[in-house]
């Protein structure tokens, strides 16, 4: 990451106010692994406290409670990105910032929810305003569509092709995130990824090269991937590190768990879980 600093200005704070935007929470959960939800109400408060509305109750929110430790990505519709790391403190039920969440028009005029609960965080760190290189990641982009099949197997079907084909769009926003020696989850961008086969995702890597190479190869990440009609799709695999395939050097992801993370359900898809029967009304 690059040079950080420890406080939001009053522009910062105004630019990222809106719901509509890309903000992106990563957790630990109890495996000590990383997860990373989309949550849009995250916003900065104040110089050195952030908060978000909780209106779907997902994994997300039990992990925060029990590892305090939280990284986040803040991008807004002119592509300026903020990374960073925060810690959750404590949650309300009420006050102004309740008030102030659930007068934001996303959730003021619509009839099934509102936001029931505000959790605050205390600022760690954070980069930015950057802007996102597209250049860049265009270039990257185009290395991983000629690469790629050089990385493919003949396996069993992991992700459904519904599944695979939010990671596998051209236009899809990917991340990746894996635990940095300190214990807090990091997000990277990785929009140039693409899947090899169904189970096997790959990137050029670069842009946010030194970044990518700071991942230990053979450690468990994330990626999230999602597109602009709010698909979304989360998965852990094993990171296989950076190899140079037809002469492009390629991260790889081999995918071992996956979780749709789009309400109003959410749950695995990666290993199937059995269907139970309800029987408890």
Same mark, same amino acid.
């Given at each position: 990451?690059?040079?950080?600093?420890?406080?939001?200005?009053? &522009?910062? @704070?105004?630019? =990222?106010?809106?719901?509509?935007?890309?903000?992106?929470?990563?957790?630990?959960?109890?495996?000590?692994?990383?997860?990373?939800?989309?949550?849009?109400?995250?916003?900065?408060?104040?110089?050195? *406290?952030?908060?978000?509305?909780?209106?779907?109750?997902?994994?997300?929110?039990? /992990?925060?409670?029990?590892?305090?430790?939280?990284?986040?990505?803040?991008?807004?519709?002119?592509?300026?990105?903020?990374?960073?790391?925060?810690?959750?403190?404590?949650?309300?039920? &009420?006050?102004?910032?309740?008030?102030?969440?659930?007068?934001?028009?996303?959730? *003021?005029?619509?009839?099934?929810?509102?936001?029931?609960?505000?959790?605050?965080?205390? =600022?760690?760190?954070?980069?930015?305003?950057?802007?996102?290189?597209?250049?860049?990641?265009?270039?990257?982009?185009?290395?991983?569509?000629?690469?790629?099949?050089?990385? *493919?197997?003949?396996?069993?079907?992991?992700?459904?092709?519904?599944?695979?084909?939010?990671?596998?769009?051209?236009?899809?926003?990917?991340?990746?995130?894996?635990?940095?020696?300190?214990?807090?989850?990091?997000?990277?961008?990785?929009?140039?990824?693409?899947?090899?086969?169904?189970?096997?995702?790959?990137?050029?890597?670069?842009?946010?090269?030194?970044?990518?190479?700071?991942?230990?190869?053979?450690?468990?990440?994330?990626? /999230?991937?999602?597109?602009?009609?709010? &698909?979304?799709?989360?998965? *852990?695999? @094993?990171? #296989?590190?950076?190899?140079?395939?037809? #002469?492009?050097?390629?991260?790889?992801?081999? @995918?071992?768990?996956?979780?749709?993370?789009?309400?109003?359900?959410?749950?695995?898809?990666?290993?199937?879980?059995?269907?139970?029967?309800?029987?408890?009304?």
């Amino acid at each position: 990451m690059k040079s950080s600093n420890h406080e939001f200005n009053t &522009e910062e @704070i105004g630019a =990222l106010g809106p719901t509509e935007k890309v903000a992106l929470v990563a957790t630990v959960n109890p495996d000590g692994l990383p997860h990373v939800s989309l949550l849009t109400s995250l916003q900065p408060v104040g110089p050195a *406290r952030l908060v978000l509305g909780e209106f779907s109750r997902g994994l997300s929110k039990d /992990f925060m409670q029990r590892n305090n430790n939280i990284g986040f990505l803040m991008m807004t519709l002119d592509r300026r990105l903020w990374r960073g790391a925060a810690r959750w403190t404590h949650l309300a039920k &009420e006050g102004p910032e309740y008030q102030m969440m659930n007068e934001k028009p996303m959730f *003021r005029y619509n009839t099934y929810f509102g936001i029931n609960t505000v959790h605050y965080f205390d =600022l760690v760190e954070k980069t930015g305003p950057e802007a996102l290189p597209m250049g860049a990641i265009v270039r990257s982009a185009l290395k991983t569509a000629f690469a790629r099949g050089g990385a *493919r197997r003949k396996i069993s079907p992991v992700l459904k092709p519904f599944a695979l084909s939010i990671i596998d769009r051209m236009d899809s926003l990917k991340f990746l995130s894996c635990i940095d020696g300190r214990g807090f989850p990091v997000i990277i961008p990785v929009i140039q990824c693409r899947a090899a086969d169904s189970g096997r995702l790959v990137f050029a890597a670069s842009p946010y090269a030194e970044e990518l190479a700071a991942v230990p190869k053979g450690a468990t990440v994330a990626l /999230f991937a999602m597109t602009m009609k709010m &698909e979304d799709i989360l998965v *852990r695999g @094993i990171y #296989g590190g950076v190899r140079s395939i037809r #002469g492009v050097p390629l991260g790889m992801l081999d @995918i071992t768990w996956a979780y749709n993370s789009m309400p109003p359900v959410h749950g695995q898809i990666y290993p199937e879980t059995e269907l139970a029967a309800v029987t408890d009304f």
